[in-house]
């Protein structure tokens, strides 16, 4: 075992000993098999829209996300709800275009958070530049919680940032936005700032480049990570 996989285990007892809820001990006990090959572990592909890139101090107004299951995108589990603020959304509107009347009837993040955790679990988290979703995550997490929560990640924008490098190539970070590297392995566009959009482009995304990068053989999840950080 390695010194990451044990560190892991340890966390997320730590956390489960630390966890009040059901739904969180739930979460915590069911981790997944990152020696497993990418096709068969179980993966959700997530995004977000908040209302500013600061965890501590902007708010998340949208989740979106879609299960990748057998190497396959289930567009029929696919989920979007969109969350209610304590504050408006401000000038963000005209980034994601969700105005506040569009969030009268949304849900409350605590439940948002919720029903994201039951989506993720027993799944590995697939997400293009994943340390700010998981930053708004762990934000609330502590706030209703009480404590953080265990991941494992798997972030299109790093695997494609590796891969580049590895190729030598040249870029800046315009070419890491999500659809710039949907482009670069022919897939379609879909509708940017749209977290079930994204999301369900992230998924595509994540598909292509483990092709790329394992062809036909056997890629595990954990040397998919490799990439990943």
Partial sequence: M?????????????????AKESHIKDYIGASCDLSGAYREVEMLSVDMEMTGLNPKKNEVISIGWVP??????????ARKILVKPKFGVGDSATIHGIHDHHLNDAITLDIA??????????????????ALDIAFIQQAAQKYY??????DLLDTLLIEAKRLQRQGEH????LLRLYACCDRYG???????NALADAVATAQLLLAQAAAIGGNSRLSVKELMKFSH
Avoid: D
């Avoid at 892991?8 to 730590?14: A, G, P, Q």
């Avoid at 009480?146 to 991941?151: A, D, E, Q, R, T």
């Avoid at 870029?171 to 315009?174: A, F, G, R, S």
């Fill in 187 to 193: 897939l379609p566009p879909l509708a940017a700032h």
């Fill in 68 to 77: 990748i299951i057998n190497g396959e995108i289930v567009l029929s589990q």
């Fill in 2 to 18: 390695s010194t990451n996989l044990g560190w892991n285990k340890l966390n997320r007892w730590i956390l489960a000993l630390k």
């Fill in 146 to 151: 009480g404590h953080k929560l265990p991941f």
């Fill in 171 to 174: 870029y800046n970070k315009q």
């Fill in 113 to 130: 958070l919720e029903q994201l955790l039951k989506a993720m679990q027993g799944r590995v988290l697939v997400a293009h530049h994943g």
